[in-house]
């Protein structure tokens, strides 16, 4: 029982490059999320998806797309990076509400 | 919308209590949580407690919860050093989960 897997663990991309970051859980959980952590400003949503095939727009949404592939896997795929995408990015799952885990992160620069 | 505040920063010395604050704005939150990041990792779920119940005791951690007032806070009985991290407070209702910015705290000797 892995919980939560992200892949990739670090990347460096220049300005307008375009990538995709993994997550899977084997928690069975329904609702998935992305988050960024940037300093001073905590967690903040970026996109979530309650359940296979669906996907909601959090605090932070622009730049960025999702993909809730199947139960198990949620991508977000930035099109064109932009500097001010530089951040720490945690993927989560849970169930009816009560947060299951967290990823361990994946560490991103912009330059 | 939602809004979850804490203070940034709380130093306190080893053998001492600390007190995490939390304030949240959504009256409709279900589960409110704290979690612990170290640095360089993840964060770890340590508890969390239903909005019904006013507290919550495990081991060293005490969390209480004033509806009314819509405030959280969590309580570190005997603080060592290994609790030094950034504890995040966070609230749900339905599907989303809102944080905090994160509490600080540095335990010294």
């Known amino acids: 029982n892995a919980g939560v897997t992200q892949t990739p663990k670090f990347q460096v991309l220049k300005t307008g490059q375009s990538m995709t970051l993994q997550c899977a859980q084997d928690m069975n959980h329904n609702s998935m999320y992305w988050y960024r952590q940037d300093p001073g400003m905590g967690l903040r949503l970026i996109y979530y998806?309650?359940?296979?095939?669906?996907?909601d727009k959090g605090e932070v949404p622009n730049g960025y797309n999702v993909s809730r592939l199947n139960k198990r896997e949620f991508s977000l795929r930035l099109e064109s990076a932009a500097p001010s995408q530089t951040s720490v990015y945690f993927c989560a799952s849970s169930e009816l509400g009560r947060l299951g885990s967290f990823g361990p992160g994946t560490r991103l620069t912009v330059t | 919308g939602e809004d979850v505040e804490q203070s940034l920063f709380l130093s306190v010395r080893e053998g001492d209590s600390s007190v995490i604050n939390c304030t949240y704005t959504d009256s409709s939150s279900t589960y409110l949580y704290w979690y612990k990041q170290e640095p360089g990792a993840g964060l770890q779920l340590l508890t969390y407690?239903?909005?019904?119940?006013d507290m919550k005791q495990d081991q060293r951690l005490t969390v209480l919860l004033n509806k009314k007032d819509k405030h959280l806070s969590l309580r570190i009985a005997d603080t060592q050093t290994g609790d030094s991290a950034i504890y995040f407070c966070a609230e749900s209702n339905g599907d989303k989960l809102i944080f905090g910015t994160g509490t600080r705290l540095q335990v010294f000797p």
């Open positions: 998806s309650a359940s296979e095939g669906t996907t």
């Open positions: 407690i239903f909005s019904n119940m």
